[in-house]
């Protein structure tokens, strides 16, 4: 939660839940609860973390960017 009067603060879950709104949830109909925790769940998974571009990552899927992280620590 933000600060009283510092709006910045909840900036970065605020994206995240804007990116799983328009790119998971609303593309989709759930018929259950469970369903939809299983499917949003799968989205963080196999979307979010693994493939997405991420602009704090330099545009760059977080597995890549952790591959290159990886590389540079062994050299």
């Known amino acids: 939660m933000s600060r009283k009067g510092n709006p910045y603060d909840n900036a970065t879950i605020e994206s995240f839940l804007k990116t ?10 759930y018929a ?11 989205f963080i998974e196999t979307i979010y973390n693994a493939k997405r571009l991420h602009s704090s990552l330099g545009y ?10 990886l590389i540079t620590q062994a050299t």
Request: hydrophobic share 30%.
């Open 20 to 29: 799983l709104k328009t790119q998971e949830v609303y593309l989709n109909e």
């Open 60 to 69: 760059v899927p977080p597995e890549e960017f952790e591959q290159r992280f």
């Open 32 to 42: 259950t609860e469970l369903e939809a925790r299983e499917e949003i769940g799968a």
